[in-house]
């Protein structure tokens, strides 16, 4: 079953889709089944390298160096059927509401020397009942790495003054479990949960399995209407050329049949296979590329990033924002050498209006991502 996820301008993922591959571990973060991802590669000498033009399939890409809503029974708690005593009062019943993406591979956020950055992991919980009706909210999540307590970074619900993540120092490297009391910032319906960064010069964790536990006085734990499609969408795609880019200078741009696409690049020798001779690296590889669909009707739709994938593109996935939703796409192959275009999906977001989807490659360390179109086409 999909669970529609609401956000900002109208978005809301069902899934984050397709999401296999290599993922990089930082430390050991223990046995749980959760993916983890560490901080992007730094470049040596000669990582970033793409080949020169006319690349064949083996030597293209940089150089090797480089469920619904469930109800907790048990515990002395009451099944949801009998909320209410022997008197015909009500009481109340804990409901647990995951995420939209809860099960999926954890978001790594790492900002250096920004710590007033508007970069966010966002997630959404849906189906929530009236506040009135709830007695406490809590918050429950899975973080990594957060090890600088009152200073990891913060969490804000629905748009409220944020909270701390919690923290501790013997979490560095190492996973734990984590539960704030929100029942103050909670509301009815689809409820936004984002995690920012703290004030330190550099903010890094991951969050994974995000989760509300709610204590409400209801009849029982409502379940989600799993489709938000109306069958009018109408199928978009916009080309890596079409798109707005900030640092342009750290994107090379191939333009060359058979290899027309974009890549983030830190290294000098790519300078003159972009097409348009604006490439001129300053060794970050970082930049944003922003795809504008405009006028888009209604409906539930499949995300898709076409590109050209190779061994050694970002070990974290690549960053992409549908409407303000984050979502890692995997754009790194299986064997070393191995290199083609494929194209990923993101997973299925509810979308209207003038709708943006960015490909970010300005967080963390040293990574390459790539981009030919983004295609959004509507679920039948």
Known sequence: MRL???????????????????????????????ATFGPGAVPSDS???????????????????????????????????????????EVPIE????????????????????????????????GLPDPELITSATLRFVAYDADHPGQEGLIYVNGSTGYDIPADEANENSESVAEVDVT??????????????????????????VELDIVATVDECEELDDTGATGMGVQQEIHYSDAEYTQR??????????????????????????????????????????????????DDYLVEIHAYHTWN????????????????????????GESYFETAEWGIAHLEGDVDIVLDSSQGGYASDAVSWIRITPVQ
């Open 4 to 34: 529609a996820l609401t956000f900002g301008m109208g978005a809301k993922q069902i899934g984050a889709l397709g999401f296999v591959g290599l993922l990089v571990g930082c430390g050991d973060p223990g046995s749980r089944g959760v």
């Open 47 to 89: 990582e970033g390298d793409e080949p020169e033009p006319e690349p064949t399939p083996d030597d293209e890409g940089d150089d090797d160096d480089d469920d619904d809503a469930t109800t907790s029974g048990g515990d002395g708690l009451p099944d949801p059927d009998d909320s209410a005593d022997s008197s015909g009062v």
């Open 95 to 126: 409901c647990n509401y995951p995420s939209t993406t809860f099960g999926g591979p954890m978001q790594q956020l790492d900002i250096m020397g920004d710590p007033d950055s508007s970069f966010r992991l966002t997630y959404s919980v849906l």
């Open 184 to 209: 103050a910032s909670v509301q009815a319906g689809a409820n936004t949960i984002e995690f920012g960064p703290g004030p330190l010069e550099r903010s890094f964790f991951h969050i994974g399995d």
């Open 249 to 298: 200078n750290n994107w090379v741009w191939r333009c060359q049949q058979g290899f027309d696409y974009a890549y983030t690049a830190a290294n000098t020798k790519h300078v003159s296979t972009d097409c348009e001779g604006k490439y001129a690296p300053d060794g970050s590889a970082h930049g944003t590329a922003t795809f504008h669909f405009q006028d888009v009707v209604e």
């Open 313 to 336: 593109r970002n070990p974290n996935g690549a960053l992409i924002l549908v409407d303000g939703v984050s979502g890692l796409v995997n754009q790194r192959t299986s064997m070393e």
